[in-house]
């Protein structure tokens, strides 16, 4: 067995030949958090998490809400600050802490879809001016043509473009989102939760479109959801994290179908049907603990139906328990 190796290869070949686009090594994000009786306190939003996601691939992360899988994209991206210590690369080159002065370029490079398109388009905007922004703050020239070959590439016709936010779908809005993504040529985009707020007819055009645009330009998704059926659809490889920390880690068809970690198993179960054996419904007891105050030891143990002794008061390692899969937990060191 080996300890925290996360260099693990994608389902799909042909990434076996393709660099790491991006390698994250004992990232931390902690913030200074006040209680509502004034003590301060420390939040660690994401706590040592390393992995490497290789160019082309889309690599999901899952898990409850306030597990830190926002925080952490948000973070790769340059828009919070890592803790001390924190590795990210990104083409070989150090990100780790970017400065003002080179996070403008960095957005060429690297890009965020947000969840709520209503909540992340100026509504006082016209689709044509949010679009030619990217272009005006980067100098850069062609936008108003970019802009009409943008819309063609997320399937929105040319009459929208005189439209406000508010006079368009949640689906039209998403695209428009996507279209503003892709307007520096970007390699990299973080997908947060992109077809949450839409409707559930509407959400396979969107993940289709990303699936396409994926193939058209060889982009790399760091893919961030909730949903694990999405998640299945759209994943080569998966990372299931919990209070701050990954537990496990695979390729998507490992991970539905050789599961490992105990909450990994318990999320799964709450969508049956999805491939493989049917599963045994698992209901996790309890609330998520704060991140604020984690447990000891296994951070997973107030909650585990299997639950050892050693658990509650040893943090398991993260080990390599068979190829392209790595898990957190005792069980496996046994
Ligand atoms: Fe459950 Fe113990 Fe494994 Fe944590 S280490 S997931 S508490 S069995």
């Known amino acids: 067995m080996q300890h925290n190796n996360t260099n693990s290869i994608a389902k799909t070949s042909n990434h076996d030949v393709q660099k790491n ?10 913030f200074q958090i006040k209680s509502p009786d004034g003590k301060k306190g420390l939040l660690k939003a994401v ?18 809400s306030g597990c ?8 790769l991206l340059g828009l919070y600050t890592p803790d ?3 590795k990210i690369l990104f083409n070989g080159e150090d990100n780790s802490n970017i400065p003002k002065s080179k996070r403008k370029n960095f957005a060429k490079q ?24 990217p272009f005006k703050i980067h100098k850069m020239k062609n936008g108003e043509a970019k802009i009409m070959e943008l819309m063609d590439m997320v399937g929105l016709a ?34 947060d939760e992109p077809v949450s707020a839409l409707d559930v ?6 993940i289709n479109l990303l699936e396409d645009l994926q193939k058209q330009l060889n982009l790399t998704y760091l ?28 390729t998507r068809d490992n991970l539905y179908e050789q599961t490992q970690h105990p909450y990994t198993k318990a999320l799964l179960s709450s969508i049956p049907d999805i491939c493989g054996e049917p599963r045994e419904k698992i209901i996790l007891t309890g609330d998520v603990p704060s991140p604020s105050n984690p447990p000891s030891g296994c951070r997973f143990h107030t909650r585990c139906p299997a639950v050892m002794d050693i658990c509650k008061t040893k943090e398991p390692d993260f080990i390599q328990t068979s190829s392209n899969h790595f898990v957190a937990c005792h069980i496996c060191t046994k």
């Open 110 to 133: 690297a890009q965020l879809i947000f969840q709520d398109p209503s909540a992340c388009l100026n509504p006082r905007r016209t689709i044509k001016q949010i679009l030619l922004e």
């Open 158 to 191: 040319s009459r929208f473009l005189d439209r406000f936010p508010h006079e368009m779908s949640g689906g039209q809005k998403q695209r428009v989102g996507i279209a503003r993504a892709l307007a520096l040529g970007p390699e990299l985009i973080v997908c």
């Open 21 to 30: 686009i991006l390698e994250v090594s004992h990232l931390k994000k902690t």
């Open 47 to 64: 706590d040592d998490v390393s992995f490497k996601i290789k160019k082309g691939e889309t690599f999901s992360l899952v898990g409850e």
């Open 223 to 250: 893919f961030i959801s909730h949903d694990l059926s999405v998640v299945h659809h759209i994943s080569d490889r998966v990372a299931v994290m919990y209070l701050g920390k990954i537990v496990e880690l695979t």
């Open 68 to 75: 830190g899988k926002s925080t952490l994209g948000r973070t």
């Open 201 to 206: 007819s509407i959400q396979a055009q969107v």
């Open 84 to 86: 001390r210590g924190s």
